[in-house]
T-cell receptor, first 116, second 113 residues
């Protein structure tokens, strides 16, 4: 069975500061990894994904994440945040094969609040 | 990018009634999913809905409470039956094309009085 742990439930940060949202996962098989963002009263929007290849992946809105297999982590970073980045961020994992192929397991979410 | 439409976007229902949520995607897809997001919580998978077969439910979810239909490759419905206040949640559908990520609709915000 898979699990995802987002280490911070809330992250306050000032505008134009860098931010890192931490995500660790556990799985006995190869995985795909994702970050989604949820703005108030909206569904989930895909920020970025890791399927294979380069461990540093770039997504929309200036976000990037690095897959670290040895540490089973997939932390999300942005060098300079904007007020509009205020939202809840979810890390998610799915098996790259097997009977659970395609199913997503989500972390508990991190609320990012950007202050002026 | 994929377009996934859910209806209704929100509803307020009386306890003991049922509500059917519709999910329409703009291109054919094999795998569709239904999730529940309880207030202040993360997403929990209710079931996987594949066309031409019965939905596969996750532990803690049963067909009598959450019947699902998948009549074709672009449409699915989730019914929340015999609702109680504990069913107040956001219900989201998603779809997955190939080995990539799932794409989500905007969700249905359901309140039970």
């Amino acid at each position: 069975a898979q699990s995802v742990t987002q280490l911070d439930s809330q992250v306050p940060v000032f505008e134009e500061a860098p931010v890192e949202l931490r995500c660790n996962y556990s799985s006995s098989v190869s995985v795909y990894l994702f970050w989604y963002v949820q703005y108030p009263n909206q569904g989930l929007q895909l920020l970025l994904k890791y399927l294979s290849g380069s461990t540093l992946v770039k997504g929309i809105n200036g976000f990037e994440a690095e897959f670290n297999k040895s540490q089973t982590s997939f932390h999300l970073r942005k060098p300079s945040v904007h007020i509009s980045d205020t939202a809840e961020y979810f890390c998610a994992v799915s098996d790259a094969g097997g009977t659970s192929y395609g199913k997503l397991t989500f972390g508990q979410g991190t609320i990012l609040t950007v202050h002026p | 990018s994929a377009v996934i439409s859910q209806k209704p976007s929100r509803d307020i229902c009386q306890r003991g009634t049922s509500l059917t949520i519709q999910c329409q995607v703009d291109s054919q897809v094999t795998m569709m999913f239904w999730y529940r997001q309880q207030p202040g919580q993360s997403l929990t998978l209710i079931a996987t809905a594949n066309q031409g077969s019965e939905a596969t439910y996750e532990s803690g979810f049963v067909i009598d409470k959450f019947p699902i239909s998948r009549p074709n490759l672009t449409f699915s419905t989730l019914t929340v039956s015999n609702m109680s206040p504990e069913d107040s949640s956001i219900y989201l559908c998603s779809a997955r094309w190939g080995p990539g990520p799932q794409h989500f609709g905007d969700g249905t915000r359901l309140s039970i009085l």
